[in-house]
């Protein structure tokens, strides 16, 4: 049983690679930002407390990403293990991670501040599927409209110049002691996360003494 940490700032690349490692090694993956998104298009009442906080560009509180996280993890249908992007957030928590689950790793992406900029300002949702493009490297066919069903693209409600540095700011502050306190265990494994999304999978495996990434299926 393998268990995973992912960590890196939005624009990273963390739920992109985390899925390539947890189709491949039949891991599950639990994304803090998607149990979000699913609260949020399913108007629950978590949903619509998300909304809120996003749409004044603040941060979900850590309690309610606690929360989330360790009633997913409580569902133990990890049978090969996991791999968590989006928490621990804070130390209380990683010790709490820590005690209850024997880490085999933490993936730290690194990646420029300017860099994430440029990635997040150019995202794009689908207003109707929800699908994601980003319009750097993921344009699509029709300027502004989803591939997928036609509907228009529009920006995240967090993705401003505003909300972005308060994140960075606050991933700053609260995660370099969470390194800290992970190195000091010996679990963290920093690649570089410039470069394109195979090249960086296969750092991690290499990293992480895994059998390497052979691409994906056509």
Known sequence: MR?????????????????LLAVDL??????????????VKNHTKIGAQVRRVMAAGELVPDDLVESLVRQRLEQHDWNFGFIVDGFP???????????????????????????????????????????????????????DRCDVCGGELVSREDDTEEALAARLKDYHEKTNPLLDLFRRKEFVFAVDARADKATVQQEIRAKLNLPPYQGEES
């Open 3 to 19: 268990k995973y940490v992912i960590m890196g700032v939005q624009g990273s690349g963390k739920g992109t690679q985390a899925d």
């Open 26 to 39: 039949d891991l599950v993956q639990i994304s803090v930002g998607d149990m979000f998104r699913w609260h």
């Open 89 to 143: 957030r804070n130390a209380r928590q990683a010790e709490f991670f820590l005690e209850s689950y024997d880490i085999d790793g933490v993936i730290q992406l690194d990646l420029p501040d300017e860099e994430v900029r440029r990635r997040i300002l150019a995202r794009r949702l689908c207003s109707k599927c929800g699908m994601d493009y980003n319009l750097i490297a993921d344009r699509p066919t029709v300027p």
